[in-house]
C-alpha cells in the first residue's frame, strides 16, 4: 500500500469480530515498523523499496520484536489517547490501555502477515516468499483502486460495527 494507514482498514474489520483477542494498536504498530523499511530505502535512493521486512520470513520476525517491544509503546500511546479526552469523549472513545499476551500477539502477527499480503497485491519489488523463492507475490491479480476500496470499506464496515457495539453498551 502507498500509505500505512490503508492497512488499518482490514484491521478495524478484524477488531469488530473478535476485540478481546486482536489488539488493533499492535496491528497498526507493527505495519508502522515495517514500512520503516521502505521509507529508508526511498529516502537513500535504493531499489528495490521492499526488503527482508517485506518477506513472510521477514514480517514474522517483526511481529515477535513488535510483540515484545510494541505492548509498552502501545500501552503508553492509549494511556495518552486517554488522557486527552475529555468525560464525553472518553465515554465513547476511551480505551483500556493494558494490552494483554493474546490479542497483542494477534494483533502483531495479523498486522505483519496481512501487511506483506496487501503490498504483494500493489508493489512489484516485492517478493514475499524469499529466500524460498524470488516471486514477485501476486501483483497485478487486482487493480490497485480495488485494492484501496477494499482497504476502505472493510474499515468503514468494522467502524460502523464497532460504534453499535458502543451504542450499546452506552445504553
Known amino acids: 500500500m502507498p500509505i500505512t494507514p490503508f492497512h488499518f482498514g482490514p484491521a478495524a474489520a478484524i477488531k469488530a ?13 507493527t505495519n508502522i515498523v515495517i514500512d520503516v523499511e521502505p521509507l ?3 529516502a537513500m535512493g535504493d531499489w528495490p523499496i521492499h526488503r527482508f521486512f517485506h518477506t513472510y520470513a521477514g514480517a514474522t520476525v517483526a511481529a515477535v520484536v513488535c510483540f515484545f517491544i510494541g505492548r509498552p509503546v502501545c500501552s503508553w500511546a492509549i494511556r495518552v489517547w486517554n488522557g486527552r479526552l475529555n ?5 465513547w472513545l476511551s480505551v483500556e490501555p493494558h494490552i494483554a499476551p493474546l490479542p497483542a500477539a494477534t494483533g502483531a502477527a495479523t498486522g505483519a ?7 504483494s497485491l500493489m508493489h512489484s519489488d ?12 501476486m501483483v497485478h491479480l487486482v ?23 458502543a451504542l450499546r453498551r452506552r445504553n
Request: include cysteine.
Open 113 to 119: 502477515w496481512s501487511h506483506v499480503l496487501l503490498d
Open 87 to 91: 468525560e464525553a469523549q472518553a465515554r
Open 17 to 29: 469480530v473478535a476485540p478481546r483477542h486482536f489488539s488493533f494498536t499492535m496491528f497498526a504498530f
Open 40 to 42: 529508508y530505502f526511498m
Open 143 to 165: 487493480t490497485i483502486a480495488q485494492l484501496e476500496l477494499f482497504c476502505v470499506l472493510t474499515g468503514v464496515l468494522g467502524v460502523a460495527i464497532l460504534l453499535a457495539m
Open 126 to 137: 516485492m517478493q514475499p516468499l524469499a529466500p524460498f523463492s524470488a516471486a514477485s507475490g
